[in-house]
Antibody, heavy 124, light 107 residues
């Protein structure tokens, strides 16, 4: 059974870089038609897409975050990572990693497996 | 960017009633690119529906999705206590965006 687990600091100072890692178990990060992504959710608010990466390294970012985001993959470690630079209090959120299927069943595109999420607070 | 607007913001129902949740896109979205998720407090979202109308593995058949173009619907035929949660629609046609969510609460 596929499992994803986020890890990283729970507190980041303003203007610094937020770094998180997602470890994938029970499946192959190099499988065709699967991307690996990050989504965040500020406390009490909705979901915001950050970006996804294919095992080859191709990335697709949220245009509103693109200038600050880097997602990378280490297939040998079955991990992928998120870096978000120049953080502010507005970046405080629960960060989820998830598997993105595309195209999947019936040619559809969707997030089918999610990690439990990790809260990252931005504060001095 | 495709903006997804969900309505109502909050839906108050009693167990056994029918729930109809709406997701309207700012421009046409292929059915292949529309999904629905359920999120309970303190939990990650769970995939319910993909391709606008296909149920994900293990999802009860009281959940159904429909629609096309700019108007999509998630229907729960008879709400049971574990269905009270927040529901999000999501599209991937133009980058990826989520609706703001509909909270289904007990009346």
């Amino acid at each position: 059974q596929l499992q994803l687990q986020e890890s990283g600091p729970g507190l980041v100072k303003p203007s610094e870089t937020l770094s998180l890692t997602c470890t994938v178990s029970g499946g192959f990060i190099t499988s065709d038609n699967y991307y690996w992504g990050w989504i965040r959710q500020p406390p009490g608010k909705g979901l915001e897409y950050i970006g996804i990466i294919y095992y080859s390294g191709s990335t697709f970012y949220n245009p509103s975050l693109k200038s600050r985001v880097t997602i990378s993959v280490d297939a040998s470690k079955t991990q992928f990572s998120l870096k978000l630079t120049s953080v502010t209090a507005a970046d405080t959120a629960v960060y989820y990693c998830a598997r993105f299927v595309g195209p999947g069943m019936n040619g559809a595109y969707y997030f089918d497996n999610w990690g439990q999420g990790t809260l990252v607070s931005v504060s001095s | 960017e495709v903006v997804l607007t969900q309505s109502p913001g909050t839906l108050s129902l009693s167990p056994g009633e029918r729930a109809t949740l709406s997701c309207r896109a700012s421009r046409s979205v292929s059915t292949n690119f529309l999904a629905w998720y359920q999120q309970k407090p303190g939990q990650a979202p769970r995939l319910l529906i993909y391709g606008a109308s296909s149920r994900a593995t293990g999802i009860p058949d009281r959940f159904s999705g429909g629609g096309s173009g700019t108007d999509f619907t998630l229907t729960i035929t008879r709400v049971v206590p574990e269905d009270f949660a927040v529901y999000y629609c999501q599209q991937y046609g133009s980058s990826c965006t989520f609706g703001q969510g509909t909270r289904l609460e007990i009346k």
